[in-house]
DNA sequence: CGGTCCCTTGAATATCATCAACGTAAGTGG
DNA sequence: CCACTTACGTTGATGATATTCAAGGGACCG
């Protein structure tokens, strides 16, 4: 019952397919749905839609009432600040939903770009609702897909509260694989699909500063790193690291 | 229709009192519910509780599935990394709600802890769910609460993410000011109820890096301060820190 | 009175941001 | 194919900022 996919940008698939056959079906969907309940939600679900690298899926602000289901693709999630700085809330990939920060406002809390070429799955909130007072284990699912928002976010306010550029990136890192490992990918090697700069602006460090970490990381032979395709070579180290457990230097930086 | 009430500990209310009448009846319902609606509502709602001061009302890990709402006193969330260090998520007071990080997983995800003798609403999520199908209206209604929720979580994250120490301490103390004006309070002059330690262990700051701050901004004017009890007396120069406009110096600092 | 808790303040250090220069790869247009 | 440009990333030097370590003050309580 392994999902196989593969790490590159899948290829498109043909129209028909539908929630029932989706490949990320267990992400989105509550596994205890009866086919005939898969049926009515389907029938919620608006167009797909492609969504280009560096195109808007939707901007802080606009009226929201849509949520979103990534098909496959990533995006990525920026706030603005009064004085223009942009802040990262987070990165979706296959299976993470979006638009659910316009639930308590109507409107848009933040702007979420596509990191590369993606695609969607459209469902209205409205519409939604009438089918969640129907069907008790939807709306429980629903429920968890929120609370697990809270819970990622609450993760992410400890990464940024106290600690250090090593073990905020090293975090970020695992992070990353243990959610690739969960849709079926490695999470020892993948390819990081936002720029260095989206790293800071989530991690709340500079560019250079992202820069340092990573060249430092592989200077130590924690990583391998080319461009954007990395590889976890000792994730006890990144652990590690990540735990704070080690200032800097594990046996030869001081030593050489 | 303004609410009266007092910055200090509100006396114990009779037992009797229900949600219709409850103060706080416009921060924990909707307030399109009919009065008959109210009355399912209230029948769910489990026994009053009080907590004393530095109390666990429930502990990360506990087994979840019941609800909070704050009807006096305040409270702080506290979540401990690894190695033991403690990030406080948010400090809740009257009207807000606890226990909703339990709903993704069924367990708590952070420890909540009163800061002062504090009364709270026990509400089963289970039961909660029943109702809901039957009431679209409460049901967007904690659709909006758990979105409040995630934007208020994305708002700290920004706040951590880059600025600061002084910018975060503003934002916080401008933060709470509306917080208490939302309830009627004094958005000018309150008690802060809780520790600088664990101030800092919210904004990400040392306990040493609050008090300076504090310090700082008590110097040039901006606020008073005697122990724990504040006054904003500049909020536009706290608003000014807040976005970063000043590095520090306003106009004395350096020509002293 | 002695003790604890909470807070404040000072001095030294570590860490990250900033400023600046440079490198590399991809794309454009000749 | 070769300049030229642009976006992205790396690296070094310097300085700002918060942490750490240390000491002490004040309130409260037995």
């Given at each position: ?70 098909r ?7 706030q ?40 969607v ?15 008790p ?17 609450q ?59 990573l ?6 032979g ?8 990395i590889?976890?070579i ?23």
């Amino acid at each position: 019952m392994h999902i196989v996919l593969h790490n590159e940008a899948p290829v498109s698939r043909p129209a028909a397919v539908r929630c029932a056959q989706c490949a990320f079906r267990e992400l989105c969907l509550p596994e205890s749905l009866s086919d005939g309940e898969v049926n009515r939600l389907e029938q919620l679900i608006g167009r797909r839609r492609r969504v280009l690298r560096d195109d808007v899926l939707f901007r802080a602000g606009a009226t929201g009432g849509m949520l979103f289901a990534v098909r496959f693709g990533h995006f990525k999630s920026v706030q603005r600040d009064r004085r223009g700085v942009e802040h990262i809330t987070g990165f979706q990939m296959a299976g993470d939903m979006l638009g659910i920060d316009s639930i308590g406002t109507g409107q848009h809390a933040s702007t979420v770009i596509a990191l590369e070429d993606s695609e969607v799955c459209e469902i209205s909130y409205e519409k939604l609702q009438d089918l969640l007072a129907e069907m008790p284990r939807l709306m429980a699912h629903f429920h968890r897909i929120l609370g697990r928002e809270i819970l990622r976010e609450q993760g992410v306010m400890g990464m940024l509260g106290n600690i250090r550029a090593d073990q905020r990136l090293a975090t970020f890192l695992l992070d990353l694989g243990e959610r690739y490992a969960s849709r079926g990918y490695s999470s020892r090697s993948f390819q990081l699909r936002m720029s260095r700069e989206d790293m800071g602006a989530y991690l709340g460090l500079t560019i250079e500063c992202i820069s340092r970490q990573l060249a430092t990381f592989r200077r130590h032979g924690w990583i391998a790193l080319d461009k954007r395709a990395i590889e976890l070579i000792r994730r006890d180290a990144l652990v590690a690291i990540a735990e704070g457990l080690q200032p800097d230097q594990p046996h030869d930086a001081r030593a050489a």
